[in-house]
């Protein structure tokens, strides 16, 4: 019994005096890991918040984009006028959309109208021949 205590003692002796050493020997190698895994996080987060502010700058040119082809086609619309479109036919602001029976029978055609008037906010009217 004896000797298992003072094995025990000295192996704790041994531990106390080797902890330090150890640590000191261990510790630099250990923070130069850790500070190369957090570099590369920090660039892949970087990287990240990059594609996502791109990607919110792209949705906001598409969308204005869109609005402005809306607002030149309206242009275009008002300023051309009814001529050569059956669809748009006696067009003007805030007045219903008039197609045709003939041009209604095309399905193209009345789909074409029908979407333009929901879009403008008016009514679709059909009218006779």
């Known amino acids: 019994m004896a000797d298992e205590d003072q094995n025990s003692k000295q192996a704790e002796a041994l531990i ?6 150890i640590a000191e020997a ?7 890991q850790v500070e190369t895994q957090i570099k590369g ?5 970087d990287e990240l ?13 598409a969308e204005s984009a869109k ?9 275009t619309r008002v300023m051309n006028g009814p001529q ?8 003007k602001p805030n007045e219903p959309i008039r197609l045709s029976r003939a041009d209604a029978r095309d399905v193209r055609k009345y789909q074409a109208a ?4 929901q879009k403008l906010g008016v009514e ?3 009218v006779s021949n």
């Open 16 to 21: 106390a005096a080797l902890t330090p050493k």
């Open 26 to 32: 261990i510790i630099p190698q250990l923070s130069e």
């Open 41 to 45: 996080v920090v660039a892949k987060n």
């Open 49 to 61: 918040l990059d594609k996502l502010q791109n990607m919110k700058k792209d949705a906001e040119i």
């Open 67 to 75: 609005n402005l082809q809306a607002i030149t086609d309206a242009a």
């Open 84 to 91: 050569g479109n059956d669809t748009q036919q006696n067009f």
């Open 114 to 117: 029908k979407a333009e008037a």
């Open 124 to 126: 679709l009217q059909i």
